[in-house]
């Protein structure tokens, strides 16, 4: 914070001085009445009636109030925010006097309502602008501000007071206004409607303000409203889920502010990888950078000059949409793409977790559902979610093409699946260890998993490290964030600049562009609507158009495009995911290495198990307990593995446009989905405890810890009830287009062609007709090599 006020805070000063004059003249001549000249009847009348409420004490308390704030702004600034709400009720109270004309006074009402809405406003404006001019903010309200902080204060180390931490609630306040200023985001704004709500919250209850209560009462009040009071939790369910998700939302913004601050890394026993004392040997061991990034050709708005014709346009350049451009160019057609996310080279890659989220992850990774409690990441960059997934690769499961081909009678060539399916392993380069990871550089909590998982009995196949699209893994543990190093061959790093570099003049990419809505004429698409991030909007013609901008967007889009879908949105699925945690009694250092490194399957079809780790960033976000009890458990970081349960959801979810977000994922897992998680959860339990582990601790609402495998069983299902109770989340989204033989049912043909249209085509995660129950990459990119010569022969 500067010393000296800022210019801001100094114009607030003068107009403080202003009102302070006016206060003591109508004090003085309203106390020597006689030496009142004419001409201040009427401004001395409006500030005693107005400013003074009628009296000399109100007016006396208003001038001594003025008095500190104009000694120390900073110090009094409290003050100066009573003021402001002192003259907005005043202002109020002379505007229904106006309107009522039940006054003594003739005009004057008229005249005191209209100064006191200037004074008003002029002190509300520059009170805002004097705030965020003294603590520098870039995207937060000066109040939302002391808000954030004030909850930082309590939310961070609970009990543990602020004398713990390592920086300021001020300086973990400033990191998240830096953190949400970074990025665009259509649901950024809610998070600035939580804070203003948390702010006002305890005045409901007859409480001050939040910023202004003792940090103990602080404490105590969010403690209560969260997590222990009887009467609050015989409120109505859907304003207790409201008041819960504010508060669950403001504190993830604290661990996000707080743990991502690399002066914090040394207290939680964390590295960057740069600082890790064999950093160079790996690097000299992998010397390697296989991307090929550098030489990919990318255009952004700057360079776009009117509307846009081309061949065949692709909304999105992830997974599917990649495959599809490198296997149309090389079929001879041009292809333009367009993503509304970023383009940034690896080369720019960082160890930031604030940075590269916000420039990589689809609103900044705060993409919820329409009750908050279920969050889905995804990509949102040139190369889409492969430049920040774990690139961990399964084949389609063979139970579940099965069931796609045979009983639900979706009408793929099997064969033909099959061999673009070994094609993609040979395109994208899939490897396992040793070529992926030597075992030396992969997750080492994996590791502890995966021999207890021997010890009880499963081996290969069943339970083995991953394979991936990653050659000679250093094991930096930022797959999550974006691999610097090459060694990651995402879509950004392989296959686009490839399609470039063979088909050169044939691969044409758009990054900072949105597509906003489909055109159609008849029952053909004549062009995309697309805006840039500067507010252009553009014209796109082309012959042919692919939507695969992933489960969520490809559904959004279609609904917003009114092309009269029936089904478009819905049959939404997940692979969904809940992390267990479990605590040693030695350092274990799981973010040294391979971020998911292994996987389990243990004979139940219901689950897959896969182990991993994040920087204390994200792993702050899943680290279980609330308040001090989660400061405990982010001590204790470097001690700490993770294994995640995936299920393959039911096809119960919808994607809707409107609402709060203008995208509402409409999701509550079923009774038989909730049930198979916490089956693998248990499972992996036992598991743990087989490889000697302290604790086990799942991502619940309420707190609990399990410290024995008969512990876990006895309690596990009594203190988890419902999936309201345990916090969940994915970065697999598939389904909402489903792909079926008959229009009424599904939205895109055998062939990906949207029923009814001759030349629009979805291919992307959301024409899956069911979940898949493992990470989803190969299938979708599968899909699209089988897609390509169907989509290559329109037009």
């Avoid at 003021?83 to 005043?90: D, F, Q």
């Avoid at 965020?132 to 180390?157: H, N």
């Avoid at 699946?417 to 490897?431: C, P």
């Avoid at 692919?546 to 049959?571: D, E, W």
């Amino acid at each position: 914070m500067e010393p000296v006020l800022t210019t801001p805070e100094r114009r607030l000063r003068s107009l403080l001085k202003l009102l302070l004059f006016v206060d003591v003249v109508m004090l003085f001549f309203h106390l020597f009445p006689g030496w009142m000249p004419d001409f201040l009847d009427l401004p001395v009348a409006i500030a005693y009636f107005g400013l003074a409420a009628g009296s000399l004490v109100v007016g006396g308390l208003l001038g001594l109030l003025l008095i500190l704030s104009i000694g120390d702004l900073r110090r009094f600034s409290a003050l100066i925010r009573v003021i402001n709400i002192y003259l907005a009720v005043a202002l109020v109270w002379w505007v229904i006097r106006w309107i009522s004309e039940e006054s003594e006074f003739g005009s004057v009402p008229a005249d005191i309502t209209l100064t006191l809405a200037v004074i008003a406003l002029l002190l509300f404006f520059l009170f805002q602008w004097a705030e965020r001019g003294r603590y520098r903010l870039k995207y937060l309200s000066a109040m939302q501000f002391v808000t954030l902080q004030a909850l930082a204060a309590v939310c961070v180390a609970g009990e543990s007071k602020t004398d713990k931490l390592e920086i300021s609630p001020h300086q973990i306040a400033l990191n998240v206004d830096d953190y949400l200023s970074r990025f665009d985001a259509k649901s950024k704004w809610v998070m600035k409607l939580v804070l203003s709500c948390m702010q006002i919250y305890p005045m409901l209850s007859l409480h001050v303000p939040l910023s202004l209560m003792i940090p103990g009462d602080r404490l105590r009040f969010l403690k209560r409203r969260f997590l222990t009071d009887e009467a609050f939790r015989a409120m109505p369910d859907w304003y207790r889920q409201m008041i819960q998700a504010a508060i669950r939302m403001s504190k993830q913004l604290c661990y996000m502010g707080y743990y991502s601050d690399p002066a914090v890394f040394k207290s939680v026993g964390y590295a960057t990888f740069v600082n890790r004392k064999d950093y160079q040997q790996r690097r000299d061991r992998f010397p390697e950078n296989y991307s090929l990034a550098a030489q990919l050709k990318v255009e952004t708005q700057k360079e776009i000059d009117g509307n846009l014709e081309a061949d065949v346009v692709i909304v999105g350049t992830g997974a599917g949409a990649s495959i599809l451009a490198h296997q149309l160019t090389a079929a001879g057609r041009k292809v333009l793409m367009i993503e509304r996310g970023h383009f940034r080279k690896p080369a720019d890659f960082t160890d930031n977790e604030v940075d590269m989220v916000s420039s990589l992850y689809s609103d900044g990774a705060l993409q919820l559902s329409r009750d908050f409690r279920f969050q889905v990441f995804q990509g949102s960059c040139v190369g889409g979610s492969t430049v920040v997934n774990n690139a961990v690769c399964f084949e389609t499961p063979t139970p579940i093409l099965d069931r796609w081909i045979d009983s639900m009678g979706v009408g793929i060539d099997r064969e033909r699946y099959l061999r673009s399916m070994k094609e993609i392993y040979r395109l994208i380069d899939v490897e396992h260890s040793p070529e992926m990871a030597i075992d030396k550089y992969l997750n080492p909590g994996g590791t502890l998993f995966s021999d207890a998982a021997k010890k009880m009995g499963f081996h290969t196949p069943n339970l083995d490290s991953v394979s991936a699209d990653i050659k000679h893994c250093l094991g930096c543990g930022y797959c999550n964030i974006g691999c610097a190093y090459g060694k990651k061959l995402s879509m950004l790093d392989h296959i686009l600049p490839e399609a470039q570099l063979k088909h050169p003049d044939s691969l044409r990419i758009i990054a900072d562009c949105s597509a906003l809505s489909f055109n159609k004429k008849g029952n053909r698409i004549v062009s995309l609507t697309a805006q840039l991030n500067n507010g252009r909007k553009l014209v796109i013609k082309g012959n042919t158009f692919v939507s695969s901008a992933g489960a969520i967007s490809s559904s959004i889009l279609l609904l917003k495009s009114r092309l009269g879908i029936a089904n478009a949105g819905k049959k939404l699925a997940f692979n969904l995911g809940s992390p267990l945690t479990a605590a040693y009694d030695h350092a274990v250092n799981s973010y040294d290495g391979l971020q998911i490194s292994h996987f389990l399957k243990t004979g139940d079809p219901r689950f897959v198990m896969e182990t991993w780790y994040n920087p204390p960033m994200f792993q702050s976000t899943a680290m279980p307990g609330w308040f001090d009890q989660h400061f405990r458990n982010m001590q204790d970081y470097g001690k700490m593995a993770c294994t995640g349960i995936l299920v393959g959801t039911s096809s119960n979810a919808e994607v809707t446009t409107g609402g709060l977000l203008g995208r509402n994922i409409d999701y509550v897992p079923t009774e038989e989905d909730f049930d198979s998680l916490m089956d693998g959860l248990q499972k992996a339990g036992e598991i743990y405890f087989e490889g000697g582990v302290e604790r086990v601790m799942p991502n619940s609402f309420s707190y609990y810890e399990y410290r024995t495998a008969a512990d876990m069983k006895s309690r596990f299902r009594k203190d988890i009830k419902s999936s309201r109770d345990i916090s969940t989340g994915t970065g697999h989204p598939q389904g909402g287009n489903v792909m079926s033989s008959d229009a009424s049912s599904g939205v895109v043909d055998p062939g990906f062609k949207v029923f009814g249209f001759d030349n629009l085509f979805i291919c992307d995660a959301s024409v899956f007709p069911t979940s898949l129950g493992v990470n989803p990459q190969i299938t979708v990119m599968s899909l699209a090599h089988y897609a390509a010569p169907l989509i290559a022969n329109n037009g």
